[in-house]
């Protein structure tokens, strides 16, 4: 499906069968991050199955690696992984398909979920791709909450210490983390200055759920030299049904019968309305 709009909604459904298949599943934040995945996996990044093991490949880590079921969706419309395999075994008693990040299955870098490790782990890669002269370029996908963590902020400060040009970060600026508001758990604003006083190239993108405003930042980002770049995306968590947007209970919630029927029908005229746009 090369609309991606729609196919960002498409996913979006994969997603949360997956979650209601295995019963478990952090729907709110895979919600608001699948625009900027889709983006990433279908138009910016040269990373696939074909040349997985390629040492020049984009290289891509989920740091908010809680949204993993999003992430397998992406990944099995990408030909990584078998989506009817993922749903039929997502979070069983000894399935490879755990509820976060992990290294073991084709398309995944690093194992992650343990939140403020993927900037910093992102910023080794990015040396070793300037000090080996390849030319791949790095991505990572951090949520808001997340930036409570100290490692994020060292591994800010070196990013920019070494010129990471080849270094784009996005962070998901939902607004919510697991138990409320990010500004009532730990506050970011003004985080755009926070990130510029780092040494970083900022780019705030209004709507994070907008993929031709997220291509247009990607474009800006690759164009950036000596510094590396953050896209600060305004996004929804819970994105795509009124029945969980902007509710921070909807972090680690499993739709009942109801709710799933209701959702799943959101999500359905939001993709049809994507195609017919
Ligand atoms: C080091 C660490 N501390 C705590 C947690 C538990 N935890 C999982 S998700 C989450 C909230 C994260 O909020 P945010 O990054 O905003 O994620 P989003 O709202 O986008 O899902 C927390 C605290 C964790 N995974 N890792």
Redesign the pocket.
């Known amino acids: 499906m090369k609309n991606l709009k729609a196919l960002a909604y498409q996913l979006r459904e994969d997603a949360v069968e997956i979650i209601a298949a295995g019963k478990t599943g952090?729907i709110?934040?895979d919600m608001?991050?699948m625009e900027i995945l889709t983006e990433l996996y279908f138009e910016q990044m040269n990373v696939s199955p074909e040349n997985w093991k390629d040492p020049d490949r984009d290289r891509f880590v989920l740091s908010?690696?809680?949204?993993m079921e999003a992430y397998y969706a992406v990944l099995a419309e990408k030909g990584f992984l078998d989506k009817e395999e993922v749903t039929a075994n997502f979070s069983k008693f000894g399935s490879k398909y755990i509820g976060h990040p992990n290294n073991k299955l084709p398309g995944i870098e690093m194992n992650s979920?343990?939140?403020?490790h993927g900037l910093p782990t992102c910023v080794g890669m990015a040396i070793a791709g300037k000090k080996n002269q390849q030319s791949y370029r790095v991505y990572t996908v951090?949520?808001?909450?997340?930036?409570a963590?100290g490692s994020v902020w060292e591994g800010a400060m070196a990013a920019s210490h070494y010129h990471l040009d080849n270094l784009c970060a996005v962070v998901?600026r939902?607004r919510?983390?697991?138990s409320g508001t990010?500004e009532e758990v730990m506050a970011q604003d003004d985080l755009h200055e926070r990130f510029r006083s780092f040494g970083w190239h900022v780019i705030d993108v209004a709507d994070g759920n907008d993929i031709d405003q997220l291509k247009e930042a990607f474009e800006e980002a690759k164009e950036k030299k000596g510094k590396p770049t953050v896209l600060i995306a305004n996004t929804v968590?819970g994105k795509g049904s009124p029945v969980m947007e902007n509710k921070a209970g909807w972090?680690h919630k499993v739709p009942n019968a109801e709710e799933l029927q209701q959702i799943m029908q959101d999500l359905e005229e939001r993709k049809e309305a994507a195609l017919h746009e």
Do not use: A, F, R, Y
Request: no cysteine.
């Open positions: 952090h709110g934040g608001s991050i908010k690696g809680h949204s979920g343990s939140l403020g951090m949520g808001d909450g997340e930036l963590e998901d939902n919510l983390q697991i990010t968590k972090h």
